[in-house]
């Protein structure tokens, strides 16, 4: 069974940073695209940012420029750095992972709050 734990989440000031991990374990297929999406209370869970095995990347506009996508293949590990967040960006952030011949799983999700 493939398990995703994500990590990283918590309080900061607007105009700080946080830096999310999500680690993938309980399978030997290979991870296709990696992707973090969030939701805020009352929105529909949303795209932020994808990324492929090759290191093919896509973000959301809203976080262009703001945050970078990264994973190590050899860890089934992906990373979201968080630059320069605003109280918008508070939501709980999910990650979810595409295995190979297996389909789509989603982490638990971790809380990210921006305070003004």
């Known amino acids: 069974q493939v398990q995703l734990v994500e990590s990283g989440g918590g309080l900061v000031q607007a105009g700080g940073s946080l830096r999310l991990s999500c680690a993938a374990s309980g399978t030997r297929f290979s991870i296709d695209v990696m992707g973090w999406y969030r939701q805020a209370p009352g929105n529909q869970r949303e795209l932020v940012a994808t990324?492929?095995?090759?290191?093919?990347?896509n973000y959301a506009d809203s976080v262009k420029g703001r945050f970078t996508i990264s994973r190590d293949n050899t860890k089934n590990t992906m990373y979201l750095q968080m630059n320069s967040l605003k109280p918008e960006d508070t939501a709980v952030y999910y990650c979810?992972?595409?295995?190979?011949?297996?389909?789509?799983?989603w982490g638990q999700g971790t809380q990210v709050t921006v305070s003004s």
């Open positions: 979810k992972v595409q295995v190979s011949l297996l389909g789509n799983y």
């Open positions: 990324i492929e095995s090759s290191g093919t990347t």
